[in-house]
């Protein structure tokens, strides 16, 4: 039986571009998966349906590089955080209405966000040159709630 | 199945370097030959190479080093394999040359890994480097490898509620022991007593990490050749035997959450190896663990079976990973001071924990009686590996 990817890169990178962040809803055990994996990431099976996330959930950590890979210094700093969706995935994503300078654990670990009105994308560079990546890869771009 | 014993007969280990003018196949070729003369055996006894390598593509131009590794030391012919999982490449080669000897199929391998990570220069070594977390969902987000260990220390401190400037103590308290050991090892990069200050005033590479939270880019090689019993007692009176070994993967970081900070891998292959060698976390008389960052070592500690989990600092604070303490770690200088040619760096703490068996260590980082060590490499957010080894006299 051939066994088609429900949500591919392209698919959520196409969508996180329009700032609609999909995920993957079990059939199964009802939770969630997102980014997409074959698989569900709670109990592995295959029976999935695309769904579009809240988007909303709260930080759980953070960084803010100042030393990016190659191409990427006009970025810098850059706010990473990692954020706990409010249906329970984790996911990394940007966070665009703080100074990086000024951030810390108090102001930022637990404090609520939601996706921003822009999602960032990231142009690529040499090794990103697949048509799923073409027009630049998407991440999630949140701002506090 | 029956296992056969295995030995590692002899080792071998370049300097460690950054920006240094060999080649990987001739960094490889110097480590491998001295393990070979170290073993009593010639080129030509080798009946298979396992070699780790990551990054020959972008720092050399150079895929499949590992055939030319071989015809470096004129042993074309045999079969020799690349491993590649990131910084743990070296103990996964070990560990499957183990299990090749261990199963019969092979009666002596050479097995270890070469990197020239420092050529690259830190621009494309940091997205190099990164390749290592995922490329599609989490590096568009600027994530490099750095960033990762450091939102592990944010989400430490919160998470065991640890307050944040005790946990920055803790973490600058690794790098100074590392720096101290690292000193006396001759074949380590840095040799540079550092302080507590002097990590906490260094630059922000990314939040809380600072330079030296943070190991070097290095290039070199470390080698092993691995035996089974019956030869092993031909050529040395002094093997050492790989009692346990352990491999584990993990999906990407988000996709672990139900474990952060905790690394689910590493715990699973660290069981794996205490199991296989009917051990316990206390018998292990020396560790050379991956602390590639200073927040790594205190994780890692904990998954271990060292320490309460959000208790691994206290370790340092203690000085019980001092020569002496209840766990002497990475006594070598660790890949904080010694360097850490990613591919050569499970090899190198082999090397490192085999010489401290034999007292071949210089004296001032001389560990007391070593019967049982511990190897714990980590590749990205991917791959954890371990091997415990015994002394065989």
């Known amino acids: 039986m051939e066994v088609k990817y429900k949500l591919t890169f392209k698919g959520w990178n196409n969508s996180l571009k329009k700032n609609k962040l999909l995920g993957l809803k079990c059939r199964d055990c009802g939770k969630f998966t997102c980014p997409p994996k074959m ?104 701002i506090f709630a | 199945m029956a296992l056969r014993k295995v030995a590692i007969v002899g080792v071998g280990h370049t300097p460690f370097t950054f920006g240094g003018e060999k080649t990987s196949v001739e960094l490889f070729s110097e480590a491998a030959m001295e393990a070979i003369n170290n073993s009593n055996l010639k080129p030509k006894d080798i009946q298979a190479l396992y070699c780790g390598n990551c990054l020959g593509d972008f720092s050399e131009g150079q895929g499949m080093v590992q055939s030319y590794c071989a015809d470096d030391i004129g042993i074309a012919g045999i079969p020799a394999t690349r491993f590649e999982g990131a910084c743990a490449s070296a103990t996964m080669a070990i560990r499957d040359a183990f299990i090749w000897v261990a199963s ?21 070594a940091t997205r190099t480097f990164a390749m290592f977390t995922d490329s599609h969902y989490e590096y568009p987000s600027g994530l490099t490898f750095p960033g990762a260990f450091a939102m592990l220390a944010h989400l430490y401190s919160a998470k065991y509620g640890i307050s944040f400037e005790r946990l920055r103590r803790q973490m600058s308290l690794v790098s100074v022991q590392s720096h101290h050991y690292g000193m006396y090892n001759h074949l380590g990069q840095l040799h540079k007593e550092i302080t507590v200050e002097d ?33 092993a007692k031909k050529l040395t009176d002094k093997p050492v035997y790989i009692i346990g070994v352990g491999q584990s993967s993990s999906g990407k970081y988000s996709a672990q959450y139900k474990y952060l900070p905790r690394l689910r891998a590493r715990e699973l292959s660290v069981q794996q190896a205490y199991d296989m060698a009917d051990i316990k976390p206390e018998d292990v008389d020396l ?76 004296p ?16 990205g957010d991917g791959v954890l590996a371990h091997l415990v080894l015994q002394r065989g006299w």
């Not at chain 1, 300078?101 to 994308?121: D, F, T």
């Not at chain 2, 922000?204 to 089974?228: I, N």
Request: with cysteine; net charge negative.
């Open chain 2, 364 to 379: 001032q980082r001389q560990a007391e009686e070593v019967k049982i060590g511990l190897t714990d490499t980590l590749g």
């Open chain 2, 104 to 124: 019969g199929f092979y009666d002596i391998v050479l097995a270890g890994g070469v990197e020239t990570a420092s050529k690259m220069g830190t621009p494309l």
């Open chain 2, 199 to 231: 990590v906490e005033k260094s630059f922000m590479v990314t939040s809380p990490l600072t330079l030296y939270d943070c190991c070097p880019f290095s290039d070199g090689a470390a080698m092993v050749v691995l035996a089974s019993e019956e030869k």
């Open chain 2, 287 to 362: 560790v050379e663990l991956h602390d590639c960052f200073s927040i790594a070592s205190i994780i890692a500690v904990e998954s271990l079976g060292f320490a309460d989990f959000g208790h691994g600092g206290e370790l340092w604070e203690k000085g019980e990973t001092k020569i002496g303490g209840k766990i002497p770690i990475n006594i070598s200088g660790g890949l904080k001071s010694k360097g850490h040619p990613i591919g050569a760096t499970g090899a190198s703490q082999v090397c490192d924990i085999v010489k401290q068996m034999k007292y071949e260590v210089e």
């Open chain 1, 39 to 142: 698989t569900c990431q709670e109990c592995g099976s295959i029976n999935l349906e695309v769904v579009e996330m809240s988007g909303e959930g709260k930080i759980v950590t953070y960084t803010v590089s100042y030393v990016p890979g190659e191409g990427r210094y006009v970025e810098a700093p850059i706010l990473i955080v990692m954020v706990e969706l409010d249906e329970g995935p984790w996911i990394m994503g940007n966070l665009t209405d703080i100074d990086p300078n000024r951030a810390s654990i108090e102001s930022l670990i637990g404090k609520r966000v939601k996706l921003g009105p822009h999602s960032k994308v990231y142009p690529g560079d040499a090794y990103s040159t697949g048509e799923e990546a073409q027009g630049g890869e998407a991440r999630p771009t949140f």
